[in-house]
């Protein structure tokens, strides 16, 4: 595992500790006599100084992206909730390589007509959909291009089976994917788990709701640049500090 450093024991007592005005004067003291660590205006940017990334496409063309470890990360933690009648978004990727043979009717929706679509549907209108269908509806990086997000989860709750789960990923840091006028659609939202926690609450009542998030500093910064999972070390990718959200998971189980 990662060791904690000395200096951040120190920081992460000191937070715990000391109120919000002590810690301020901390932080005045230490610009003031040039008290940081490494000390301002010596840190070696290296191949990061740059003001473009070293991949723009997500690392897909370095190897499997940072953000999709995390993804797949999470989906064969919960594979035991990947089951029954169950539903994807664009394609069946994920519920045929996390589900095996748990699965007995796979469902995909888009929002327009495509090969894999075997329902056509806007998540945020669907009334057609029938209730309480789904066993498992699997939402990766979706909900970010879903500008009525409310409106959406009440849908997927709406057409969930009860006991059934929704498996949700979304960006918490990240580079914009999609814009309008140069994709179909745009990209409106990146979410963090707080305010994941509370579109669960208001919108899946009484559900069992468990939102998590991946990522640290190392692994943000690597993500902005676009580089692969494969460039750094698992202990690395698996290390969560809470304050760099680089993946929001959210599982939402309905009672």
């Not at 024991?9 to 000191?14: G, K, M």
């Not at 664009?90 to 796979?106: A, P, Q, S, T, V």
């Not at 007509?113 to 509806?137: E, R």
């Amino acid at each position: 595992m990662l060791k904690t450093s000395f200096r951040d024991c120190i920081i992460n007592l000191a937070k715990a500790m000391l109120s919000p005005e002590v810690r301020n004067w901390v932080v005045r003291q230490q610009k003031r006599f040039h008290l940081q660590w490494p000390p301002a205006g010596t840190v070696r940017f290296g191949s990061f100084r740059r003001l473009t990334p070293i991949s723009p496409i997500f690392a897909i063309d370095r190897g499997f992206p940072i953000e999709r470890y995390y993804i797949e990360k999470f989906l064969s933690e919960r594979s035991s909730d990947i089951r029954g009648h169950a539903l994807e978004m664009g394609d069946d990727f994920y519920l045929r390589k996390f589900g095996g043979n748990r699965i007995e009717k796979i469902d995909v929706l888009s929002v327009v007509q495509s090969p894999n679509a075997t329902i056509v549907a806007d998540l945020t209108c669907s009334n057609h959909l029938p209730s309480n269908t789904f066993d498992c509806i699997i939402l990766t990086q979706t909900l970010q291009m879903i500008f009525d997000v409310k409106a959406a989860l009440k849908h997927l709750h709406r057409i969930l089976k009860p006991g059934g789960a929704l498996l949700l990923t979304s960006h918490g840091i990240s580079k914009i994917g999609r814009r309008l006028g140069r994709d179909n659609w745009g990209e409106y939202w990146h979410i963090t788990t707080q305010s994941a926690e509370r579109l669960f609450l208001e919108n899946f009542p009484d559900a069992e709701i468990q939102v998590n998030s991946y990522g640290n500093v190392l692994t943000a910064m690597c993500s902005l640049h676009g580089l692969s999972s494969e460039e750094l070390s698992t202990e690395e990718l698996n290390h969560v500090d809470p304050d760099f959200e680089v993946i929001v998971t959210v599982r939402a189980v309905k009672r």
